[in-house]
């Protein structure tokens, strides 16, 4: 498996492969997966998306990956760091963690357990000082998550996203520094 990138006690995450899109489409691209996410998506957005994480591993090192459970060798996420690029934020450049789980794996530490392992390599390999992570005040799971992992709210880089309704603005954003972590980590 040339293409892995990390392994939990239950997980593999590893670069996106040829047929992730149709497997990312069929299991993470439902309605309530991506309720705070502007809703489902088209196939030729998720292939866009797969494009643009095999770009950043090719420049950077690092990109979204897919997670896949070793139990069953099935799809349970998409995970991974890229680099805030919305033209409205406030903090473009920086290092983003993000993530998605399948609605039939929630609430069974999928979530926590990648994370954890991307947040881990990231701040071992000093690729930033601090790690954001973006969502909406509507999606309180995630910022909860979020609060979870020692992130705290960055209410000056908070903005409004016009892709998105009402109901999601604005983009919130939440910042964990490489000390935090490690201090929480010891």
Same mark, same amino acid.
């Given at each position: %498996? *040339?293409?892995?990138?990390?392994? =939990? $006690?239950?997980?593999?995450?590893?670069?996106?492969?040829? *047929?992730?899109?149709?497997?990312?489409?069929? @299991?993470?691209?439902?309605?309530?997966?991506?309720?705070?996410? +502007? +809703?489902?998506? $088209?196939?030729?957005?998720?292939?866009?998306? @797969?494009?643009?994480?095999?770009? &950043?591993?090719?420049?950077?090192?690092? *990109?979204?990956?897919?997670?896949?459970?070793?139990? &069953?060798?099935?799809?349970? *996420? @998409?995970? +991974?760091?890229?680099?805030?690029?919305?033209?409205?934020?406030? #903090? =473009?450049?920086?290092?983003?963690? +993000? /993530?998605?789980?399948?609605?039939?794996? /929630?609430? %069974?530490?999928?979530?926590?357990?990648?994370?954890?392992?991307?947040?881990? %390599?990231?701040?071992?390999?000093?690729?930033?000082?601090?790690?954001?992570?973006?969502? &909406?005040?509507?999606?309180?799971?995630?910022?909860?998550?979020?609060?979870?992992?020692?992130?705290?709210?960055?209410?000056?880089?908070?903005?409004?996203?016009?892709?998105?309704?009402?109901?999601? #603005?604005?983009?919130?954003?939440?910042?964990?520094?490489?000390?935090? /972590?490690?201090?929480?980590?010891?």
């Amino acid at each position: %498996m *040339g293409d892995l990138v990390l392994e =939990t $006690e239950r997980l593999v995450l590893r670069k996106p492969q040829e *047929g992730d899109a149709q497997l990312q489409m069929l @299991h993470l691209n439902t309605p309530a997966v991506m309720e705070y996410l +502007g +809703g489902p998506k $088209e196939l030729h957005e998720i292939e866009a998306k @797969h494009a643009k994480a095999e770009a &950043s591993f090719a420049r950077e090192g690092f *990109g979204f990956m897919m997670a896949i459970e070793k139990a &069953s060798g099935e799809l349970v *996420g @998409h995970c +991974g760091l890229k680099r805030v690029d919305h033209p409205l934020a406030k #903090n =473009t450049g920086d290092l983003e963690v +993000g /993530w998605l789980i399948r609605e039939d794996r /929630w609430r %069974m530490g999928y979530a926590g357990e990648a994370v954890c392992a991307i947040l881990d %390599m990231a701040f071992e390999r000093d690729l930033a000082q601090h790690i954001v992570a973006l969502t &909406s005040e509507r999606n309180a799971p995630s910022w909860r998550f979020m609060e979870k992992l020692g992130m705290v709210r960055r209410r000056d880089l908070d903005f409004d996203d016009p892709a998105y309704e009402a109901q999601d #603005n604005p983009t919130i954003v939440y910042c964990l520094t490489r000390e935090t /972590w490690r201090r929480r980590t010891a």
